[in-house]
Protein backbone atom coordinates (compact mmCIF):
# COMPACT_ATOMS: atom_id res chain seq x y z
CA UNK A 1 0.00 0.00 0.00
CA UNK A 2 0.99 3.44 -0.91
CA UNK A 3 1.26 4.94 3.25
CA UNK A 4 3.44 8.62 1.19
CA UNK A 5 4.26 9.95 -1.70
CA UNK A 6 6.47 13.13 -2.29
CA UNK A 7 6.05 15.06 -5.26
CA UNK A 8 8.15 17.77 -6.55
CA UNK A 9 8.08 20.14 -9.04
CA UNK A 10 5.15 18.53 -10.90
CA UNK A 11 2.54 21.63 -12.07
CA UNK A 12 1.10 23.32 -8.91
CA UNK A 13 2.74 20.56 -6.70
CA UNK A 14 5.87 22.19 -5.95
CA UNK A 15 6.71 20.37 -2.85
CA UNK A 16 4.06 18.15 -1.05
CA UNK A 17 3.88 14.76 0.24
CA UNK A 18 0.77 13.00 0.54
CA UNK A 19 -0.01 10.70 3.80
CA UNK A 20 -2.11 7.84 2.56
CA UNK A 21 -4.19 5.09 4.15
CA UNK A 22 -6.30 2.62 2.23
CA UNK A 23 -9.53 5.24 1.70
CA UNK A 24 -8.30 8.99 1.20
CA UNK A 25 -10.15 11.87 0.26
CA UNK A 26 -8.48 15.24 -1.06
CA UNK A 27 -10.87 17.95 -0.79
CA UNK A 28 -10.30 21.67 -1.90
CA UNK A 29 -12.02 24.76 -4.35
CA UNK A 30 -11.34 24.72 -7.83
CA UNK A 31 -7.95 24.99 -9.41
CA UNK A 32 -6.41 24.11 -5.84
CA UNK A 33 -4.61 21.18 -7.06
CA UNK A 34 -7.22 17.94 -7.15
CA UNK A 35 -6.35 17.35 -10.88
CA UNK A 36 -2.84 16.98 -9.96
CA UNK A 37 -2.88 15.23 -7.29
CA UNK A 38 -5.05 12.85 -9.30
CA UNK A 39 -2.42 12.60 -12.29
CA UNK A 40 0.68 12.77 -10.16
CA UNK A 41 -0.70 9.56 -8.35
CA UNK A 42 -1.80 7.47 -11.86
CA UNK A 43 0.06 8.34 -15.11
CA UNK A 44 2.95 7.00 -16.67
CA UNK A 45 4.89 9.35 -18.01
CA UNK A 46 5.55 13.81 -17.57
CA UNK A 47 5.83 16.17 -20.16
CA UNK A 48 7.23 19.51 -20.32
CA UNK A 49 4.19 21.18 -19.43
CA UNK A 50 3.71 18.96 -16.31
CA UNK A 51 7.00 20.87 -13.99
CA UNK A 52 6.49 23.31 -11.95
CA UNK A 53 5.80 26.83 -13.85
CA UNK A 54 7.92 25.43 -16.78
CA UNK A 55 10.85 25.48 -14.96
CA UNK A 56 13.25 23.60 -17.20
CA UNK A 57 15.86 22.77 -14.65
CA UNK A 58 13.69 21.26 -11.90
CA UNK A 59 11.81 17.77 -13.68
CA UNK A 60 9.67 16.86 -11.10
CA UNK A 61 10.05 13.67 -9.22
CA UNK A 62 8.43 11.11 -6.58
CA UNK A 63 9.44 9.64 -3.16
CA UNK A 64 7.20 6.70 -2.62
CA UNK A 65 7.01 5.46 1.27
CA UNK A 66 10.37 7.61 1.26
CA UNK A 67 12.55 5.60 -0.65
CA UNK A 68 14.45 7.01 -3.50
CA UNK A 69 13.83 10.24 -5.43
CA UNK A 70 12.53 8.90 -9.15
CA UNK A 71 11.74 10.95 -12.65
CA UNK A 72 10.11 8.35 -13.81
CA UNK A 73 6.61 7.99 -12.19
CA UNK A 74 6.54 4.08 -13.75
CA UNK A 75 9.71 3.32 -11.66
CA UNK A 76 8.70 5.54 -8.51
CA UNK A 77 5.33 3.43 -8.07
CA UNK A 78 6.95 -0.11 -8.65
CA UNK A 79 5.12 -1.00 -5.79
CA UNK A 80 1.93 -0.12 -7.19
CA UNK A 81 2.31 -1.07 -10.65
CA UNK A 82 -1.75 -0.84 -10.95
CA UNK A 83 -2.72 2.29 -10.56
CA UNK A 84 -5.54 3.84 -12.66
CA UNK A 85 -7.94 6.96 -12.25
CA UNK A 86 -11.40 7.10 -13.18
CA UNK A 87 -13.36 9.81 -13.95
CA UNK A 88 -17.10 8.48 -15.10
CA UNK A 89 -18.53 10.28 -17.89
CA UNK A 90 -22.04 10.12 -17.91
CA UNK A 91 -22.19 9.76 -21.59
CA UNK A 92 -20.14 6.88 -21.89
CA UNK A 93 -21.72 4.70 -19.18
CA UNK A 94 -24.95 5.28 -21.09
CA UNK A 95 -23.79 4.30 -24.45
CA UNK A 96 -24.44 1.12 -26.05
CA UNK A 97 -21.03 -1.19 -26.18
CA UNK A 98 -20.26 -3.59 -29.37
CA UNK A 99 -20.65 -7.16 -27.96
CA UNK A 100 -16.93 -8.19 -25.95
CA UNK A 101 -15.67 -9.91 -23.38
CA UNK A 102 -14.57 -7.27 -21.26
CA UNK A 103 -12.94 -7.66 -18.37
CA UNK A 104 -12.07 -4.49 -16.98
CA UNK A 105 -13.60 -0.49 -16.61
CA UNK A 106 -11.81 2.07 -18.46
CA UNK A 107 -11.10 5.11 -16.90
CA UNK A 108 -14.49 6.60 -18.80
CA UNK A 109 -16.90 3.99 -17.75
CA UNK A 110 -17.72 3.70 -21.90
CA UNK A 111 -16.88 -0.46 -20.69
CA UNK A 112 -19.90 -0.92 -18.33
CA UNK A 113 -22.66 -3.15 -19.99
CA UNK A 114 -19.68 -5.48 -21.49
CA UNK A 115 -17.96 -5.81 -18.51
CA UNK A 116 -21.63 -6.62 -16.73
CA UNK A 117 -22.49 -9.61 -19.45
CA UNK A 118 -18.70 -11.02 -19.19
CA UNK A 119 -19.01 -11.60 -15.26
CA UNK A 120 -20.23 -15.30 -14.31
CA UNK A 121 -24.01 -15.64 -13.13
CA UNK A 122 -22.80 -15.97 -9.46
CA UNK A 123 -20.89 -12.29 -9.95
CA UNK A 124 -23.75 -11.10 -11.39
CA UNK A 125 -26.49 -11.47 -8.52
CA UNK A 126 -23.34 -10.48 -6.39
CA UNK A 127 -23.10 -7.02 -8.71
CA UNK A 128 -27.14 -7.10 -8.45
CA UNK A 129 -27.75 -7.36 -5.13
CA UNK A 130 -25.28 -4.81 -4.15
CA UNK A 131 -26.77 -2.04 -6.52
CA UNK A 132 -30.32 -2.43 -5.17
CA UNK A 133 -29.42 -2.33 -2.04
CA UNK A 134 -28.13 1.27 -2.90
CA UNK A 135 -31.03 1.81 -5.52
CA UNK A 136 -33.96 0.21 -4.41
CA UNK A 137 -36.32 1.38 -7.09
CA UNK A 138 -34.57 -1.41 -9.23
CA UNK A 139 -35.21 -5.18 -8.54
CA UNK A 140 -32.99 -6.80 -11.31
CA UNK A 141 -30.54 -5.51 -14.10
CA UNK A 142 -29.79 -7.04 -17.40
CA UNK A 143 -27.40 -6.36 -20.28
CA UNK A 144 -29.38 -6.25 -23.29
CA UNK A 145 -28.32 -7.43 -26.94
CA UNK A 146 -29.02 -5.37 -29.45
CA UNK A 147 -27.86 -5.11 -33.78
CA UNK A 148 -24.84 -6.34 -32.18
CA UNK A 149 -24.46 -3.84 -29.08
CA UNK A 150 -25.46 -4.39 -25.92
CA UNK A 151 -26.62 -2.28 -22.77
CA UNK A 152 -27.46 -2.25 -19.50
CA UNK A 153 -31.28 -1.83 -18.66
CA UNK A 154 -33.22 -1.52 -14.99
CA UNK A 155 -35.81 -3.53 -13.83
CA UNK A 156 -38.88 -1.59 -11.93
CA UNK A 157 -38.96 -2.58 -8.42
CA UNK A 158 -42.96 -2.30 -8.70
CA UNK A 159 -43.58 -3.84 -12.04
CA UNK A 160 -41.87 -7.18 -13.09
CA UNK A 161 -40.77 -6.55 -16.42
CA UNK A 162 -40.56 -3.40 -17.01
CA UNK A 163 -36.91 -2.66 -18.15
CA UNK A 164 -35.63 1.64 -18.17
CA UNK A 165 -32.76 2.02 -20.55
CA UNK A 166 -29.74 3.85 -19.75
CA UNK A 167 -31.36 7.36 -20.76
CA UNK A 168 -34.44 6.30 -18.91
CA UNK A 169 -32.46 6.16 -15.42
CA UNK A 170 -30.82 8.92 -13.41
CA UNK A 171 -27.42 10.16 -13.35
CA UNK A 172 -27.09 8.74 -10.05
CA UNK A 173 -28.03 5.09 -11.01
CA UNK A 174 -25.55 4.91 -13.83
CA UNK A 175 -22.90 6.37 -11.06
CA UNK A 176 -23.55 3.95 -8.44
CA UNK A 177 -23.58 0.99 -11.16
CA UNK A 178 -20.19 1.90 -12.24
CA UNK A 179 -18.86 2.52 -8.35
CA UNK A 180 -19.99 -1.45 -8.06
CA UNK A 181 -18.30 -2.42 -11.23
CA UNK A 182 -14.84 -1.31 -9.73
CA UNK A 183 -14.68 -4.27 -7.30
CA UNK A 184 -16.14 -7.01 -10.15
CA UNK A 185 -13.39 -6.49 -12.53
CA UNK A 186 -10.92 -9.69 -12.95
CA UNK A 187 -7.89 -7.46 -12.26
CA UNK A 188 -8.55 -4.69 -10.21
CA UNK A 189 -6.05 -2.04 -9.53
CA UNK A 190 -4.03 -1.63 -6.77
CA UNK A 191 -4.51 1.98 -6.52
CA UNK A 192 -8.04 3.62 -7.46
CA UNK A 193 -7.94 7.41 -8.10
CA UNK A 194 -11.87 8.75 -8.40
CA UNK A 195 -12.01 12.49 -9.47
CA UNK A 196 -15.42 13.74 -7.70
CA UNK A 197 -17.23 10.39 -7.18
CA UNK A 198 -20.21 12.27 -5.72
CA UNK A 199 -21.13 14.35 -8.98
CA UNK A 200 -24.89 13.52 -9.53
CA UNK A 201 -25.97 12.03 -6.24
CA UNK A 202 -28.17 13.16 -3.93
CA UNK A 203 -26.79 13.44 -0.38
CA UNK A 204 -28.11 9.96 1.22
CA UNK A 205 -26.86 7.93 -1.79
CA UNK A 206 -23.17 9.74 -0.91
CA UNK A 207 -22.84 8.54 2.54
CA UNK A 208 -24.16 5.23 1.09
CA UNK A 209 -21.28 5.20 -1.78
CA UNK A 210 -18.64 6.51 1.11
CA UNK A 211 -19.11 3.19 2.72
CA UNK A 212 -19.10 1.15 -0.04
CA UNK A 213 -15.34 2.75 -1.63
CA UNK A 214 -14.42 2.36 2.59
CA UNK A 215 -15.69 -1.73 2.02
CA UNK A 216 -13.73 -1.44 -1.21
CA UNK A 217 -10.31 -0.67 0.25
CA UNK A 218 -10.61 -2.89 2.77
CA UNK A 219 -11.19 -6.04 1.02
CA UNK A 220 -15.12 -6.60 2.15
CA UNK A 221 -16.38 -5.95 -1.51
CA UNK A 222 -15.40 -7.99 -4.58
CA UNK A 223 -11.91 -9.64 -4.97
CA UNK A 224 -9.15 -8.05 -3.38
CA UNK A 225 -8.47 -4.75 -1.42
CA UNK A 226 -7.68 -1.32 -3.27
CA UNK A 227 -6.48 1.63 -2.07
CA UNK A 228 -8.99 4.12 -3.01
CA UNK A 229 -8.43 8.06 -3.09
CA UNK A 230 -10.97 10.76 -4.54
CA UNK A 231 -11.16 14.16 -4.82
CA UNK A 232 -14.31 16.00 -4.39
CA UNK A 233 -15.08 19.75 -3.26
CA UNK A 234 -18.73 19.04 -2.17
CA UNK A 235 -19.24 19.80 1.72
CA UNK A 236 -22.28 17.13 1.53
CA UNK A 237 -20.01 14.09 0.76
CA UNK A 238 -16.86 15.62 3.66
CA UNK A 239 -19.30 15.25 5.91
CA UNK A 240 -20.13 11.53 4.83
CA UNK A 241 -16.11 10.91 5.72
CA UNK A 242 -14.04 10.55 8.79
CA UNK A 243 -11.68 13.07 10.18
CA UNK A 244 -8.66 10.65 9.56
CA UNK A 245 -9.69 9.85 5.74
CA UNK A 246 -9.65 13.77 4.48
CA UNK A 247 -6.86 15.69 3.42
CA UNK A 248 -7.72 19.49 2.78
CA UNK A 249 -5.69 21.05 0.02
CA UNK A 250 -5.36 25.02 -1.41
CA UNK A 251 -3.06 27.15 -3.00
CA UNK A 252 -0.40 29.44 -1.36
CA UNK A 253 -1.57 32.99 -1.60
CA UNK A 254 1.85 34.16 -1.52
CA UNK A 255 3.64 31.47 -4.25
CA UNK A 256 0.65 29.66 -5.62
CA UNK A 257 1.86 26.41 -5.09
CA UNK A 258 -0.41 23.62 -3.57
CA UNK A 259 -0.72 23.24 0.42
CA UNK A 260 -1.95 20.22 2.19
CA UNK A 261 -3.71 20.05 5.53
CA UNK A 262 -4.82 16.79 7.58
CA UNK A 263 -7.30 17.57 10.32
CA UNK A 264 -5.33 18.49 13.66
CA UNK A 265 -7.17 15.15 15.56
CA UNK A 266 -4.66 15.03 17.73
CA UNK A 267 -5.09 18.47 19.50
CA UNK A 268 -6.25 18.03 22.72
CA UNK A 269 -9.04 20.43 21.59
CA UNK A 270 -10.12 18.98 18.54
CA UNK A 271 -12.99 17.11 19.96
CA UNK A 272 -14.21 19.93 21.41
CA UNK A 273 -14.35 22.04 18.03
CA UNK A 274 -15.83 18.98 16.21
CA UNK A 275 -18.71 18.81 18.78
CA UNK A 276 -19.24 22.71 18.73
CA UNK A 277 -19.63 22.18 14.87
CA UNK A 278 -22.04 19.08 15.36
CA UNK A 279 -18.67 16.40 14.06
CA UNK A 280 -19.69 18.24 10.84
CA UNK A 281 -16.22 18.59 8.52
CA UNK A 282 -18.21 19.91 5.57
CA UNK A 283 -19.36 23.23 7.83
CA UNK A 284 -16.07 23.73 9.27
CA UNK A 285 -14.25 23.43 6.04
CA UNK A 286 -16.93 26.33 4.81
CA UNK A 287 -16.01 28.25 7.41
CA UNK A 288 -12.08 28.12 6.88
CA UNK A 289 -11.14 26.22 9.96
CA UNK A 290 -9.88 23.41 7.97
CA UNK A 291 -7.73 24.29 4.76
CA UNK A 292 -9.15 27.51 3.72
CA UNK A 293 -11.91 29.15 2.65
CA UNK A 294 -13.50 27.41 0.02
CA UNK A 295 -13.63 29.27 -3.71
CA UNK A 296 -10.44 31.61 -2.52
Not at 204 to 218: F, N, T, V
Not at 222 to 234: E, Y
Request: hydrophobic content about 35%; glycine content about 6%; aromatic content about 10%.
Amino acid sequence: MLESVRIQNFRCLRDVTLELGPFTVFVGPNASGKSAIADALTLAQVSATDRWRGTPNNPPTWAVNGKGSFQDPKQAFAISADRRKYTFILSNLRQSQQANEVWTLDSIGSHLPNLFDTLSRADQESFVSDFIRLVPMYSDIKARASGGAKRLQFEDRWQSNLWYNPEQVSDGTMLIAAFVALGFQRNVPTLAVIEDPDHGLHPYLQRHIAEMLRKLSKGELGSKPIQIVCTTHSQSFLNCLEPEEVRFIRRSRETGETEVQKAPTDNPNWQKVYDQFQTSLGSMWLTGSLGGVPGI
